[in-house]
Each structure stands twice: as C-alpha cells, then as structure tokens.
C-alpha cells in the first residue's frame, strides 16, 4: 500500500520521481484549456474521495481537477456532513470508504486521524494538510524552483516567521532534497524540536536566527505562510501580529537575498502582514505558478499511490 503521508516518510527517490513525473504531465498539458482530459488516462475507471474537516480552496480544486484530468471521477466530503463528524470511528470510516473508492485523500486536524486512516483503508490514503504537516504544497513548491531555477540541492531556502506545519514539510523537503534550510522567526514560534532533529540526523541541520536580515543574506529562496494558521485560536491573532511583524517579507528584506531569488508563499494570504504586495506581485514572486503547481504535482503523488 503505497500512502502518501509525509514527505520524510515517503523514499526520496520516490519523490524525485513525482516531482519529475509533475512536471512531464505539466508540459504535456502544452497550453491546452484547463477541462481537456490529459491524452493518458491513467485514473479512467477510479474513484477518488476528498474529504475536508478544514476549508479549502487550492487543494480541493487542484484535486478535483487533476483526477478528471487523468479520466477518473472524484466525491467531494465534508467531514461535519459525514458520520464520522457525528461518532462514527475514523477506522470504521477507512473500512467503508475502502469498499467504494480507489483513493482517499484527506485534510484534517489531528495527525492521529491521518494515520488511523492510513492504518485502516485498504487504499491509498494521500495527507492534504493536518495541523503538523503540509506535504503537497512542499511538492509543489519543490517544482515550481525547480521549474524556474533548476536542481534545489544545495541552494538557500529561508523560512520568515511561524514554524508551523508547512514549515514542517519544508523541513522534510530539506533532508530528502538536500537544500539549506533557515528559520528566522521568534523564539515563541520555533518549528518543533522533532522536525529540527530528524533534518540533523539527515545531514541536513536547520539554521534559526533571530535576525531576519542575517538570516536572508544570500537566499536562493525566501518563504512566509499565515501569522495565525487555520488550528491556531482567534484570540492568539493579536498576540501573533506583535511577535511576527519583525518578520514580514517587504522589498527591503528581499533585497538582502540574492538578485535571482524567488519568493514563495503556499496560499492564502493576509496581504502587507507576512508580505507586502510589493512582494507577492513583484518581480521574485512565484507564488501563483506555486497554486498552479499543486495541480501537477498531486497528479504524480495519486499515479504514484496507484502505481499507474
Ligand atoms: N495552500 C493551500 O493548501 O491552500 P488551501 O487551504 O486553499 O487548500
């Protein structure tokens, strides 16, 4: 059973192959409009379940579109409309839904319900977003450098401002990709300690700096997300924008980094708090090929799963 949960748990070669396989898909598309089916089918004939306990904009579409794409059809589920909002296990919930689709992908809050999920679905089971990890969008963002920059090995990435879950799979990314990695953000908001260790141990030791300045010098590719995430209370917003506003991503930071950097941020966005939109629409920015390439890349992490 080939799930997709993790980036620093899925082979690196395996990833490479996605990553490879995303952008092969992209450039056979050729410009053609978005609701042409791709002339290799290879989901005709399945099945795939999205289910959503958070909300969405990019990953619900980008799924959707890219199974139709690859011939295949696609429910979408809310988690409150299903049982398993209302007591139904998680397990049973696999168990059921095995019965019916080829595929499950989920977005949801807990890790623990990802890998109940996974443990008990006797299909594929890919993780769009939990409150620990976001590793489609790392895909992603993956390609789309590698689209405009070439290979990732080896280059500067920053991270300015909350460790939070798509740090996380950055974080992964760093071990399984080989990049540098460098969080600058405060101290209140450090990733997780089981992320910084587990890229030490693959050779590949996050730099934090306190200094966003510092910490931007010479990047070959500068990133920010949301001051507050979807998990995170309202009541922390006020507290967060006081931390976090040393960290905002303004052309006087980019400039530190190196001319030919890129900047990145997942979506959505709270425009001139984590970045300005001198940022978002200038001359770095790749954050629109970045949604784009969600499409791409999850069309290679679901033939992956499938082996097709
Ligand atoms: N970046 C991302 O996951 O976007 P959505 O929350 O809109 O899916």
């Given at each position: ?53 958070k909300p969405s904009t990019r990953t619900r579409v980008s799924f959707d579109v890219g199974v139709r794409q690859m011939g295949g059809e696609t429910m979408v589920l809310s988690g409150r409309e299903m ?83 798509v740090f996380a799979s950055f974080a992964h990314a760093a071990g399984q990709f080989g990049f540098d990695l460098t969080f600058t953000g405060p101290e209140t908001l450090d990733p997780e300690r089981a ?114």
């Amino acid at each position: 059973m080939k799930h997709f949960l993790d980036i620093h748990t899925t082979d690196a070669a395996d990833l490479r192959q996605m990553i490879d396989m995303g952008q092969k898909m992209k450039s056979a598309r050729n410009g053609r409009p978005k609701g042409t089916p791709d002339d290799e089918q290879p989901l005709k004939g399945h099945m795939v379940a999205l289910i959503f306990e958070k909300p969405s904009t990019r990953t619900r579409v980008s799924f959707d579109v890219g199974v139709r794409q690859m011939g295949g059809e696609t429910m979408v589920l809310s988690g409150r409309e299903m049982q398993l909002g209302h007591g139904e296990t998680i397990a049973d919930t696999a168990r059921v839904l095995s019965r019916y689709v080829d595929l499950i992908m989920i977005r949801t809050f807990e890790e623990a319900t990802l890998q109940e999920m996974a443990e008990h679905a006797t299909v594929p089971v890919i993780n769009g977003l939990t409150n620990r990890t976001h590793p489609c969008q790392i895909m992603a963002d993956i390609m789309t450098y590698e689209e405009h920059r070439g290979p990732i090995a080896d280059k500067k990435v920053v991270w300015c401002g909350d460790g939070n879950n798509v740090f996380a799979s950055f974080a992964h990314a760093a071990g399984q990709f080989g990049f540098d990695l460098t969080f600058t953000g405060p101290e209140t908001l450090d990733p997780e300690r089981a992320w910084i260790d587990w890229a030490a141990a693959k050779g590949r030791p996050i730099t934090i700096d306190r200094d966003p300045h510092r910490a931007v010098a010479g990047a070959d590719l500068v990133v920010t997300d949301t001051w507050v995430s979807m998990h995170d209370p309202e009541s922390a917003k006020e507290r967060r924008h006081n931390q976090l506003r040393a960290y905002q991503v303004n052309e006087d930071l980019m400039s530190k980094a190196k001319p030919e950097s890129l900047f990145m941020h997942c979506l959505p966005a709270h425009r001139n708090d984590e970045a300005t939109s001198a940022v978002m629409d200038g001359p770095h920015s790749v954050i629109f090929d970045e949604a784009e390439n969600r499409l791409h890349a999850q069309k290679a992490i679901m033939r992956w799963c499938l082996g097709k």
